[in-house]
């Protein structure tokens, strides 16, 4: 893909990986992308580079724009690998350009890339940086991702330039977000697995946003949303403060099919009370999107075979995601099997309840697999559920 323009004064320059699947954690079907954007005033600056693989194309892609060598200021919005891991390269490339960051940014890249402290030109909340036609302003929004996040804005085209935030890991052509069918769903997933643990700040976030209203909104990942952003924006303040919908979500572990065939009773008798119900076997499902879908879930069912006493190890491991989108309050339900002492279910049960869910206080383990009135049973506290 080449360059594009994005506003008057700013071509999108960075680089879509169309292999990505994995990004750390978060399941990425539609592959993903590292944007960087060339702002041209009378000086060019470029807006974040790309992950490190990718330098080779950014710079080509640079050059069909601008000589390297003429570019005053990298605009450092984070300084993640992903986002920094093409600046040595840049720095050579573009000798005389200065880095342009918070001061916490500045000590990162430091750290991470060795930048001698005299390519910096620290700024602060509310600073500009004048382009010569083209302004660039600078915002501190820390913990919308990591605590040295910055968004900037190009004043003469309202175009905003958020990095993370508000960004879905997809690669599309065409590359704007009206353009690409499903992109919130991926934005969520995004959202759930990178920000949800810091729901406050991405609402602090999104009215700062509001505040600007731009009319374009450009992030690092993902495409770019051209009709003010109203979509996303609209998303992340529910994602943020009340995403529950008339969802249930039933995941389990099973080892020979018991546990399997009570989370199909619960999820049947949740299905029969009108709720959408998404069925998962947690060994055979991307973690992230359970996660998303359990976001919007009002209710969530968990199922375990005892295992060496205890919870199966697929589920062991799904807490500390779990925990980390915060589902306090939301209804819950555990069961299991066993074959003879059981008690997996039961610290299931102690589990969720550590992390704030509202469960019912039965919890049904079946011997090895359920029978026709363990089945209505299971049935029913699905229905039960759905319905509170």
């Not at 079907?29 to 060339?38: E, I, T």
């Not at 600078?138 to 175009?159: G, I, R």
Request: a negative charge; aromatic letters at 10%; glycine letters at 10%.
């Amino acid at each position: 893909m080449s360059t594009f323009p994005v506003s008057e004064h700013a071509s999108w320059v960075g680089a879509l990986d169309w292999n990505l699947r994995d990004f750390h954690g978060l399941y990425c079907p539609r592959g993903g992308s590292y944007n960087a954007y060339l702002v041209r005033g009378t000086k060019a600056a470029l807006i974040d580079s790309v992950y490190t693989p990718f330098a080779g194309q950014l710079l080509q892609h640079l050059k069909e724009l601008v000589d390297p060598a003429e570019i005053s200021y990298i605009v450092a919005n984070h300084a993640e690998i992903d986002h920094s891991g093409a600046l040595p390269q840049l720095l050579t490339a573009a000798s005389e350009a200065t880095v342009v960051c918070t001061a916490r940014c500045r000590d990162m890249l430091m750290a991470c890339h060795q930048v001698p402290a005299a390519r910096f030109q620290v700024v602060k909340d509310g600073d500009t940086l004048d382009l010569g036609g083209a302004t660039l302003r600078f915002y501190e929004v820390p913990l919308v991702h990591w605590p040295e996040t910055m968004f900037t804005y190009l004043v003469e085209d309202q175009a905003l330039f958020p990095c993370d935030f508000l960004g879905a890991q997809v690669a599309a052509l065409p590359f704007f977000a009206d353009q690409v069918p499903g992109v919130l769903n991926e934005a969520r997933d995004y959202y759930t697995f990178l920000m949800r643990a810091y729901a406050k700040a991405a609402l602090t976030g999104v009215a700062r946003v509001r505040e600007l209203a731009p009319r374009v909104i450009a992030p690092s990942h993902g495409p770019i949303w051209r009709d003010g952003g109203e979509d996303i924006l609209a998303a992340y303040e529910r994602w943020s403060a009340s995403p529950e919908q008339n969802l249930v979500v039933v995941a389990y572990a099973s080892l020979w099919g018991g546990t399997e065939a009570m989370a199909r009773a619960v999820a049947d008798g949740a299905g029969e009370s009108g709720a959408t119900v998404k069925l998962y076997r947690l060994s055979a499902c991307p973690v992230s999107r359970v996660l998303g879908d359990i976001l919007e879930a009002k209710a969530v069912a968990l199922g375990t075979p005892t295992f060496v006493g205890g919870i199966h190890p697929a589920l062991a491991g799904f807490f500390p995601f779990l925990s980390m989108i915060r589902p306090q309050g939301k209804r819950g339900l555990t069961f299991g099997t066993a074959g003879w002492a059981g008690g997996g279910a039961r610290k299931l049960w102690k589990e969720l309840q550590g992390l704030g869910l509202n469960l019912l206080e039965d919890v049904p383990e079946s011997r090895f697999v359920p029978g026709p009135a363990e089945t209505e049973r299971l049935r029913e506290l699905g229905r039960k559920l759905a319905q509170g």
